[in-house]
């Protein structure tokens, strides 16, 4: 079955500091969206990609689709200690199915 | 904030143990998903429903077994518990539109099975 990828597994930065997750498939996707999911808590959505290399920014941070619709990022400026947490890219299937990536834990130290 | 409910939060019980973890959405959503979830791990898609009376078995195996009988409601059952099916389940609802939907998750149940 389709597989996204993403690097790195798990990355911990100062506050301050900036922080980037990269999200891979080897297929093109129609869509791609992101959640982060809190320690200990569920998965809540922050955003969808449609269009080849569609940039889209909320506040700290920026996502951005690939021109070729294969891969994605999410970087966020300056982090904060509420950014903690890991996050997901998410693939639309062709059976309106999600394929989540296998996840980027981000911890911030203050 | 999504509608979307889990029942218990937390469950320890034995090995061999029937059990229906419930889940629930006020949304009026089409779609609903169960994921099996390891602490820290990515979330694999064990049984989705496109409807009422609609199943499918997801991405992972998973000897649990699901029903649709109305809208709102998505239980998953598992007949024998064992320890190998300790994990995190998270039940997620979305619209049921063409184009790929924002999955809204509930709170998740955390089983533990000694």
């Known amino acids: 079955g389709q597989q996204v990828m993403q690097i790195p597994q798990y990355q911990h930065v100062q506050e301050g500091e900036d922080f980037t997750t990269y999200c891979n498939s080897s297929?093109?996707?129609?869509?791609i969206q992101w959640y982060k999911q809190r320690p200990g808590g569920h998965p809540v959505f922050l955003i969808q990609?449609?269009?080849?290399?569609e940039v889209k920014k909320q506040k700290r941070l920026t996502f951005q689709f690939g021109e070729a619709k294969k891969n994605s990022s999410l970087h966020i400026t300056a982090t904060q200690t509420t950014d903690v947490g890991t996050y997901f890219c998410?693939?639309?299937?062709?059976?309106?199915?999600?394929?989540f990536g296998t996840g980027t834990r981000l911890l911030v130290s203050p | 904030e999504a509608d979307i409910y889990q029942t218990p939060r937390y469950l320890v019980i034995g090995t061999g143990k029937k059990i229906t973890l419930e889940c629930s959405q006020t949304?009026?959503?089409?779609?609903m998903y169960w994921y099996q979830q390891d602490p820290g791990m990515e979330l694999h898609l064990i049984h989705y429903?496109?409807?009422?009376?609609?199943?499918e078995k997801g991405d992972l195996s998973s000897e649990s077994t699901v029903s649709r009988i109305r809208t709102e409601h998505f239980p998953l059952t598992l007949e024998s518990a064992r320890p190998s099916h300790t994990s995190q389940y998270l039940c997620?609802?979305?619209?049921?539109?063409?184009?790929?939907?924002?999955?809204?998750f509930g709170p998740g149940t955390r089983l533990t099975v000694l």
């Open positions: 949304m009026g959503h089409d779609k």
């Open positions: 990609l449609v269009k080849s290399g």
């Open positions: 429903s496109y409807g009422v009376n609609s199943t």
């Open positions: 997620a609802s979305a619209k049921g539109s063409a184009t790929a939907d924002t999955q809204y």
């Open positions: 297929t093109t996707l129609s869509n």
């Open positions: 998410a693939a639309l299937t062709g059976f309106q199915k999600l394929v």
